[in-house]
T-cell receptor, first 115, second 110 residues
């Protein structure tokens, strides 16, 4: 399975600021996704990070709030913009590998608290 | 409401078997997954099953799939205290986009 790292692992931010979360994979992958897990909740897909083009957002999520980059096959960033306390969540990236497209692995997550 | 439904809580004694149940809605889902999340940690892929299979066994884990009823279960044999976690089932609904259940909290009493 791919080894996935995320930075930062956690952060406490002030409302109105932005935070960029990085996701790095140790091997090339076909697909990368960003999910949100609100406190005590399940995971919700934010968007698919497309290499070299704009991300594909799910209903309820917009590019202005969650801009995403994916410059290559091993790296992606998610920015949480103009944060409010409601954005306090765990943000996780996931990947589908080149060798095995039926399995999806998750990074360790970034725990964000907005004051 | 959730597309994927799970019971919220299960408590078992150490050494007993645990069975976590899940129902999903999309019969066209190709894969169904079980993930484990320990406190403060990310999601660990435990196992998955292809939709044309009825059963998959992997050491202490047994996955049963009833496609007619859209019912998925995870059985953990000889449950240990280290198995205490939240277990999420997920369906591969839209081409690798996963839809998750709310999670089942498994508590193992020693």
């Amino acid at each position: 399975s791919a080894v996935i790292s995320q930075k930062p692992s956690r952060d406490i931010c002030q409302r109105g600021t932005s935070l960029t979360i990085q996701c790095q994979v140790d091997s090339q992958v076909t697909m990368m996704f960003w999910y949100r897990q609100q406190p005590g909740q399940s995971l919700t897909l934010i968007a698919t990070a497309n290499q070299g083009s704009e991300a594909t957002y799910e209903s309820g999520f917009v590019i202005d709030k969650f801009p995403i980059s994916r410059p290559n096959l091993t790296f992606s960033t998610l920015t949480v913009s103009n944060m409010s306390p409601e954005d306090s969540s765990i943000y996780l990236c996931s990947v589908v590998g080149l060798a095995s497209t039926d399995t999806q692995y998750f990074g360790p997550g970034t725990r964000l608290t907005v004051l | 409401g959730e597309d994927v439904e799970q019971s919220l809580f299960l408590s078992v004694r150490e050494g007993d078997s645990s069975v976590i149940n899940c129902t999903y809605t999309d019969s066209s889902s190709t894969y169904l997954y079980w993930y484990k999340q320990e406190p403060g940690a990310g999601l660990q892929l435990l196992t998955y099953i292809f939709s044309n299979m009825d059963m998959k066994q992997d050491q202490r884990l047994t996955v049963l799939l009833n496609k007619k009823d859209k019912h998925l279960s995870l059985r953990i044999a000889d449950t240990q205290t280290g198995d205490s976690a939240i277990y999420f089932c997920a369906e591969n609904k839209y081409g690798n986009k996963l839809v998750f259940g709310a999670g089942t909290i498994l508590r193992v009493k020693s």
